[in-house]
């Protein structure tokens, strides 16, 4: 067995000073940020696995948010080359909201199964909003029309979705509407184009609240004001 002197002893502390201090500068660095992983792994898993498609007016590839799990998880803090970390308004196990310059950008998880998910994004610039739909099972994930994700909203505002001379009048598109997904299992729709908003005749309301469960649905409609 080899004999530990006060020279080797000393030569092996110094040498554990060194590596902690390099690992401490390290996480220091611009592009990276410390994150509870422990609060927050079941959103670095859903990052690490939605596909290209999730963030449109800046870059966020699927492989620069899977390189930011695998940091978080084996270093203990984020790596992220794009510097979108470092415009985190909030990061949740289920939400997570980020501003950059004049871009905002939301996304909130809604779990229907054991590593299963549906996903809300949106993407606000001064001039467009992008509100788009996700599903994520276990490792794999998949973009999907906004009405597969979260239900044929856009018929609860109507008085009678089969009034054939309503759907024509209002000809309700996504750009006609204003997305809210910062309430935890809460989804509010308003209808924000004026000249459709006016339409009183053919629509219930100009304001809808959707409810998630897991049990029934996953939306359900709650109220249309």
């Not at 509100?131 to 998949?142: A, I, R």
């Not at 204003?178 to 006016?198: G, M, Q, R, V």
Request: aromatic share 12%.
């Amino acid at each position: 067995m080899m004999k530990i002197t006060p020279y080797l002893l000393l030569l092996i502390l110094l040498i554990t000073a060194c590596k902690d201090t390099e690992k401490r500068d390290f996480s220091k660095r611009p592009d990276t940020l410390k994150l509870d992983y422990a609060a927050n792994r079941d959103m670095f898993i859903i990052l690490s696995i939605l596909p290209d498609s999730l963030v449109t007016h800046y870059n966020w590839a699927r492989n620069e948010r899977g390189n930011m799990y695998d940091s978080e998880r084996e270093l203990g803090y984020a790596i992220d080359s794009t510097g979108n970390l470092q415009n985190i308004v909030k990061f949740q196990n289920d939400y997570i909201e980020l501003k950059k310059n004049d871009i905002s950008f939301s996304l909130r998880a809604y779990q229907i199964g054991d590593g299963e998910y549906i996903i809300l994004s949106k993407e606000k610039t001064p001039d467009t909003t992008l509100f788009k739909g996700f599903q994520v099972y276990k490792n794999t994930s998949l973009q999907v029309p906004l009405e597969e994700a979260i239900g044929r909203y856009k018929n609860n505002f109507y008085k009678d979705a089969t009034n054939q001379a309503c759907l024509d009048d209002l000809n309700l598109k996504e750009s006609d509407f204003e997305f809210d997904i910062t309430e935890p299992n809460k989804l509010f729709i308003e209808i924000k184009t004026p000249e459709k908003k006016a339409k009183k005749d053919c629509l219930n309301g100009t304001y809808q609240t959707m409810f998630f469960s897991d049990k029934v649905g996953p939306f359900n409609l709650e109220s249309v004001k």
